[in-house]
């Protein structure tokens, strides 16, 4: 399932988010998706956002009219099949954190980063899947199966996290601050849970602060929407960035994260569970910036 600086979803208070099957229930229209049979989707909208950057639209099975269905904090898993010179094939899969909804009926988007071959020593291959897609033409399909994914958003700041072991009961908590900590393209599942817990509940007290690191600041994805967000949610979404890579005029970090960049603009720790942290992002980022730095500053494992 992991590409390149691959993002990893994570909850703190601190519980790792890996991919797992989940299933919608009650009485709601049906969904777009199988969460186990793959279902062909085609493309109907591609545009570039940047040099390795594209949004990819697929249309909806159950047609114009109807809703992905995808519980927030979930995510889909796409997948191809690769020919290789020797006449075998390859199956290919990666799941990613759509940046639409049920908002947008008909439809679903993608925000890609492309990861090319030949440019990271570490991954001469590239990413198989985000190269698969830079290639398609309007029309073509790509297999699609979901909803999957560790953690439900439901509304005011209630959400589920679903264990990795089926035998393991779920565990629902309830916050009024999250903190969020995305890298790259960890920047989509953030993306979902700030448009549910603010733009979708205008009357709840819940709030969001984002701490969103990239090498530079061309690779800031979604970033007219974020600072929109700043303008729109009356205090609730704060916004902070780091990049490795700063311009001359660049007003925000620089470099790795740190515990002083947690510290200041995230929300404090709570005795009480009302503080939750999330983060997706490269694996080293998780690894070695912020888990140290987070338990440093009294958050928990759980």
């Known amino acids: ?138 029309g073509d399909t790509v297999d699609m199966r979901g909803p999957k994914g560790h953690m439900t958003y439901h509304k005011n700041g209630s959400f589920t996290v679903h264990p990795m072991l089926k035998r393991d009961p779920d565990e629902k908590r309830t916050a009024k601050h999250f903190g969020m900590i995305a890298g790259g393209t960890g920047i989509t599942p953030m993306l979902q849970i700030i448009h549910a817990a603010l733009r979708d509940e205008p009357s709840s007290d819940v709030t969001c602060s984002l701490l969103y690191a990239n090498q530079s600041e061309d690779d800031i994805l979604v970033r007219e929407e974020l600072e929109a967000a700043v303008e729109n949610f009356g205090g609730r979404f704060k916004l902070h960035y780091t990049v490795d890579r700063p311009s001359e005029d660049w007003k925000y970090s620089t470099g790795f994260i740190t515990k002083e960049m947690i510290e200041k603009h995230l929300p404090a720790a709570s005795s009480d569970g009302s503080t939750q942290i999330l983060m997706c992002g490269p694996p080293p980022m998780i690894k070695f910036a912020c888990l140290p730095n987070l338990e440093a500053l009294g958050f928990k494992k759980s």
Do not use: C
């Open 1 to 138: 399932m992991i590409e390149l600086p691959f993002p990893a979803p994570i909850l703190i208070a601190v519980v790792i988010i890996l991919a797992t099957t989940a299933i919608l229930f009650g009485k709601k229209s049906k969904p777009a998706l199988d969460a186990v049979e793959f279902t062909p989707l085609p493309l109907i909208k591609k545009e570039s956002l940047s040099h390795d950057t594209r949004r990819f639209t697929f249309a909806l099975p159950n047609g114009p009219t109807g809703k992905l269905g995808l519980p927030v904090g979930q995510h889909i898993t796409l997948k191809f099949k690769e020919n290789l010179p020797d006449g075998k094939t390859k199956n290919h899969q990666r799941s990613y954190t759509p940046t639409t909804g049920d908002d947008t009926p008909g439809t679903v988007t993608f925000v890609i980063k492309v990861y090319k071959a030949g440019v990271h020593p570490k991954f001469p291959d590239g990413g198989k899947m985000s190269q698969h897609l830079d290639t398609l033409k309007i």
